[in-house]
């Protein structure tokens, strides 16, 4: 896999691509991703039914993510390999942007 592809077709990721991706870690639908999601920023971000099932549509279309099962109806997902290294990417990408504004604004305190 081109990584350098990859990474001018995906990056930077969306808020709601980047939490998506990170809450299939683990298999789960998308009811239970946006629940998920919720909780893990303490409400600050709450992706709306229309945005995660766009993303879903789209994440599984492109091979990011797999449907692994289904249960009462609901598509259960999880990370594929190719999301993995997208986010190890974004994860990366995030961390420099950290590591510069620390280095830069350090002196306002």
């Given amino acids: 896999m081109d990584t350098k592809k990859i990474e001018k077709k995906y990056l930077p990721l969306t808020e709601a691509a980047y939490y998506v991706l990170i809450s299939l870690n683990k298999p789960r639908h998308g009811y239970g991703i ?14 709306g039914a229309g945005t995660m099932y766009g993303n879903l549509s789209r994440m599984e279309k492109e091979g990011l993510i797999n449907s692994v099962a289904e249960e009462e109806r609901k ?19 995030l961390e420099e942007l950290l590591t510069h504004g620390k280095n830069e604004m350090g002196n306002l305190k």
């Fill in 75 to 93: 598509k259960i997902y999880e990370i594929s390999k190719k999301g993995k290294i997208i986010l190890e990417l974004e994860l990366a990408r």
């Fill in 34 to 47: 946006m629940q998920h999601v919720n909780e893990i920023t303490n409400g600050r971000i709450k992706i």
